[in-house]
């Protein structure tokens, strides 16, 4: 169950992705290519247009230092030359680590894994049959949050009840610190993404500036955007992994709250039933 639940979470991201980037690059080359056909059955320039051109043309004196007019590059690549491979590899990795513990804390905070139903019906029905060595085998040999916590109160119910409801108290809150501790992972990344975009911020603008203080050189505008085209787009790619991180954790964390406490009342109403059996200590 698990494994379907696996490749079926990260086939939803990987047809995510590979849309944006087939989107970006339809948007990079077919919509320029249309644009320049409609501006193409537009009626022509006037002639006098045309020779004021011309004559700017060859009065204007040509810039050897000034590259030579390219095609537009697609989205894809000029986010790219404007990460560079450092930042690349160090979003890419953010990204994969983020979309492995998204995957791995949506299945840890499913309502079966708290409190799958198919438990709760078997458990009642061998207590109302008087099979408590059944119930305990069942309970014991759940993964469940709730089979956890029935199988720790059930082996200390020998002890008394208030024993048991303890013991089922310390094996819950341990089972939320694991989950909280796992989900604190997201929030790790919420903080690290746009700290990285911070520090790709600053690099480019200083590779911008270092331009500018060089004695006896006057840069061109090409040359400063370079490190201006890095300093914004690491803040985007650094801001557009820290908000779904940070909206995911909050979402999730207040799941697992909600969750626990509903897991705490159905085993205590479960475990109510031995109340009246259990010896008193």
Same mark, same amino acid.
Request: charged letters at 20%; one cysteine or more.
């Given at each position: 169950?698990?494994? %379907?639940?696996?490749?079926?979470?990260?086939? =939803?991201?990987?047809?995510?992705?590979?849309?944006?980037?087939?989107?970006?690059?339809?948007?990079?080359?077919?919509?320029?290519?249309?644009?320049?056909?409609?501006? !193409?059955?537009?009626?022509?320039?006037?002639?006098?247009?045309?020779?004021?051109?011309?004559?700017?043309? %060859?009065?204007?004196? !040509?810039?050897?230092?000034?590259?030579?007019?390219?095609?537009? %590059?697609?989205?894809?690549?000029?986010?790219?030359?404007?990460?560079?491979?450092?930042?690349?590899?160090?979003?890419?990795?953010?990204?994969?680590?983020?979309?492995?513990?998204?995957?791995?804390?949506?299945?840890?905070?499913? /309502?079966?894994?708290?409190?799958?139903?198919?438990?709760?019906?078997?458990?009642?029905?061998?207590?109302?049959?008087?099979?408590?060595?059944?119930?305990?085998?069942?309970?014991?040999?759940? %993964?469940?949050?709730?089979?956890?916590?029935?199988?720790?109160?059930?082996?200390?119910?020998?002890?008394?009840?208030?024993? !048991?409801?303890?013991?089922?108290?310390?094996?819950?809150?341990?089972?939320?610190?694991?989950?909280?501790?796992?989900?604190?992972?997201?929030?790790?990344?919420?903080? =690290?993404?746009?700290?990285?975009?911070?520090?790709?911020?600053?690099?480019?603008?200083?590779?911008?500036?270092?331009?500018?203080?060089?004695?006896?050189?006057?840069?061109?505008?090409?040359?400063?955007?370079?490190?201006?085209?890095?300093?914004?787009?690491?803040?985007?790619?650094?801001?557009?992994?820290?908000?779904?991180?940070?909206?995911?954790?909050?979402?999730?964390?207040?799941?697992?709250? /909600?969750?626990?406490?509903?897991?705490?009342?159905?085993?205590?109403?479960?475990?109510? /039933?031995?109340?009246?059996?259990?010896?008193?200590?």
């Amino acid at each position: 169950m698990l494994r %379907e639940l696996s490749q079926k979470y990260f086939g =939803i991201v990987f047809t995510m992705l590979l849309a944006f980037f087939l989107a970006t690059e339809i948007t990079q080359t077919i919509v320029p290519s249309l644009q320049a056909t409609v501006l !193409a059955q537009d009626e022509e320039p006037a002639e006098e247009k045309v020779a004021e051109e011309k004559v700017a043309e %060859e009065v204007a004196p !040509a810039d050897p230092a000034a590259p030579a007019q390219q095609p537009p %590059e697609s989205m894809l690549k000029w986010t790219f030359k404007s990460l560079g491979w450092r930042y690349t590899i160090a979003f890419l990795g953010i990204s994969f680590a983020f979309v492995a513990l998204l995957i791995m804390n949506l299945l840890s905070v499913r /309502r079966d894994a708290f409190v799958p139903q198919h438990l709760v019906d078997a458990f009642e029905a061998h207590c109302n049959e008087k099979k408590y060595q059944e119930a305990y085998e069942l309970a014991k040999n759940d %993964e469940s949050f709730l089979g956890q916590m029935l199988s720790a109160g059930l082996a200390r119910l020998q002890q008394g009840y208030a024993q !048991a409801i303890e013991g089922m108290q310390e094996v819950g809150e341990e089972e939320n610190m694991k989950l909280e501790h796992r989900l604190s992972y997201i929030a790790m990344v919420g903080t =690290i993404a746009p700290m990285v975009g911070l520090l790709g911020t600053v690099d480019g603008m200083i590779m911008s500036f270092q331009k500018i203080a060089t004695p006896g050189s006057s840069p061109k505008p090409w040359e400063l955007a370079e490190g201006i085209s890095t300093a914004l787009v690491t803040t985007l790619i650094g801001l557009l992994l820290a908000i779904p991180a940070i909206m995911a954790f909050n979402i999730m964390k207040n799941r697992i709250a /909600r969750l626990v406490l509903e897991t705490g009342i159905v085993g205590e109403n479960l475990m109510s /039933r031995f109340e009246n059996v259990a010896p008193k200590k």
